[in-house]
């Protein structure tokens, strides 16, 4: 058996005196499209944050690719790529500049021909030449998903990369993970709150509940047991019994 | 083209948004221009001196009396350049915090700590980065005043500078890019760690309006509009035990002080006898807290929140 692509062990979070996170431990195997659910707060964005080294864990630790997020952080960054939940850039500069700067920080041997092709990729091109400025929350999401893999990264971290989409902007990210997950093998770990998301883009879930792990498991395992879009629901729900969530409910 | 390191990249982009800033462009205009007027003041002293002493001259060789030494030739003519002193310690300095906000501040309004913080480059890569910009835009500006200074003297009628007093100009120039460059990274350190944006440009400020109004007033008894007159803020200090101790105490954090008699000496307008308050010298002084500025500028830097960035609202 391979060593899973993401591997967390007792990752913890603490922010004065709160726990943010509560000792998760779970693994990811490589190629998998990984829906991360749970309610406002459950700890999701917190755990992507350390995750991709940007915060450090209070305590456990976590192994992308088999690198050490505390002890090898580089290498880790190495072979991630991130897309946060409102993807922010320069304003100031055009699409093209935006990205060949962060290709060159990533170390993207001639930046200017691979952003060339990654727009080109995402169906982008033309917004190159145009400030970042102006563009819409679709048009943000997308620049976003291209800084993310200028360096072909092995995992792909999205942060709620649905929020704030229009129908088909959702369906056009939709087809462009799956064709980053089944073209380039990329493992996707994806933060959503969009239950309806899930059974057409992951391969496995997780729930996440004030900071604790709830439930894991196969996509098919789940769609097997609760059947369609609204079982989910009620899954989700069920398993969140002191959350906002149920309350709302 | 060969790949720069992380560093210099994010240098080199850090110094290109800077300089687009309009608040950035507003106080390095100001800067430049005030050092321009500085040497016009100096040239157009000088030359009207000389002027008067070329036509007192001739007037009294043909009476057939005595003709003195011309008075232009009787000062360092580097004293000409003491203006500037004034405007590094008053424009320069707030300019280089404004820089040292701006080059922090780009990135956390921005929204891009994030996307930065991702790749394969260490914390330590960023603050160097962002220290070589701040160094390269205050060096640009000192360059430029020192290219100012340089057409003065050689256009100026009677005046010649020694290999020496090159030596010292280039001093004074450096002594004035480490200045400006100490109160960049205090607007740099507290751009990166300070939550709110109006108080990461409020406390630099205040540091400096202490540093070059406050603190003398404590080591020399000089009022603030004296601190901003390179001539009379080297007044000695009264001969009391408070003066004695106050100087002992707060000289060595005395900036200001410090830069003024620096300046002095090298420009050659410091009275015999006078020293600094602070019992280091004065460049060494400046050497030191322009060190432990970088030092905490640094440590600011390479501990910066990455995880979203920007300022509370």
Redesign the interface.
Same mark, same amino acid.
Not at chain 1, 88 to 92: E, G, H, K, V
Not at chain 1, 104 to 107: C, I, V, W
């Given at each position: 058996m391979t060593d899973p692509m993401i591997n967390i062990v007792r990752l913890s979070q603490e922010f004065e005196g709160f726990i943010a996170l509560d000792a998760l431990t779970m693994s990811i195997e490589k190629g998998e499209v990984f829906g991360f659910l749970g309610h406002n707060g459950a700890g999701k964005t917190t755990t992507i944050?350390m995750l #991709? #080294?940007?915060?450090r864990p209070a305590s456990g630790t976590a192994s992308i690719a088999g690198h050490d997020i505390c002890a090898d952080p580089? *290498?880790v960054?190495?072979c991630?790529? +991130?897309v946060?939940e409102?993807v922010?850039? +320069?304003? #100031?500069m055009t699409a093209a500049e935006n990205l060949i700067?962060?290709a060159?920080? *990533?170390?993207v041997?001639e930046p200017k021909r691979r952003v060339a092709e990654v727009l080109d990729l995402l169906d982008c091109a033309d917004l190159s030449a145009v400030r970042v400025g102006g563009f819409s929350k679709g048009m943000r999401q997308r620049i976003g998903l291209a800084?993310a893999i200028l360096h072909q990264p092995q995992v792909l971290f999205l942060d709620e990369p649905t929020s704030g989409l229009d129908p088909m902007g959702i369906k056009m990210l939709r087809d462009l993970i799956g064709r980053l997950n089944t073209d380039f093998g990329m493992t996707i770990f994806m933060n959503t709150h969009l239950i309806s998301e899930i059974a057409k883009t992951c391969t496995s879930i997780a729930v996440l509940s004030h900071g604790k792990l709830v439930y894991h498991d196969r996509i098919e395992a789940v769609t097997a047991r609760y059947g369609d879009d609204a079982a989910l629901e009620e899954l989700y729900l069920s398993l969140a019994p002191q959350g906002r969530l149920a309350e709302v409910a | 083209m060969s790949e720069l390191s992380p560093n210099w990249l994010i240098a080199r982009q850090s110094a290109r948004f800077v300089l687009r800033e309009r608040t950035v462009a507003l106080l390095a205009t100001l800067f430049v221009t005030l050092v321009l007027i500085s040497a016009w003041l100096g040239w157009s002293a000088t030359s009207t001196v000389d002027r008067i002493y070329v036509d007192a001259a001739a007037f009294l060789k043909a009476s057939g009396q005595p003709v003195p030494t011309n008075p232009v030739l009787e000062i360092s003519p580097l004293s000409l350049m003491r203006n500037m002193s004034v405007y590094v310690a008053l424009i320069g300095a707030l300019s280089a915090i404004v820089i040292g906000n701006r080059l922090v501040s780009i990135d956390r309004k921005a929204g891009v700590l994030p996307l930065i913080g991702i790749r394969p480059l260490g914390r330590s890569a960023y603050a160097d980065g962002k220290i070589a910009a701040l160094l390269g835009v205050v060096l640009g500006l000192i360059a430029i005043a020192g290219v100012m200074a340089v057409a003065t003297f050689l256009v100026l009628p009677s005046v010649t500078l020694s290999g020496g007093q090159w030596l010292q100009l280039a001093g004074f120039l450096g002594v004035s890019a480490l200045y400006m460059t100490c109160f960049g990274l205090v607007g740099l350190a507290f751009a990166a760690r300070a939550k709110s944006e109006t108080v990461a440009l409020l406390v630099p400020v205040t540091l400096w309006l202490t540093l070059t109004f406050i603190l003398p007033q404590l080591t020399a008894n000089l009022n603030p509009t004296a601190a901003i007159n390179p001539i009379s803020a080297l007044a000695t200090p009264p001969d009391t035990s408070f003066f004695h101790w106050a100087g002992w105490l707060l000289g060595p954090l005395s900036l200001a002080d410090a830069y003024k008699f620096a300046s002095a000496n090298l420009l050659d307008y410091l009275p015999q006898g006078m020293a600094s308050p602070s019992f280091i010298p004065p460049v060494a002084n400046i050497v030191l807290l322009t060190a432990a500025a970088a030092c905490t500028a640094w440590r600011a830097l390479s501990r910066i929140e990455m995880t979203q960035g920007d300022y509370d609202a």
């Open positions: 944050q #991709t #080294t940007l915060a580089l *290498s960054r190495r991630i790529g +991130y946060p409102n922010r850039l +320069y304003d #100031t700067f962060f060159r920080l *990533s170390g041997s800084q | -």
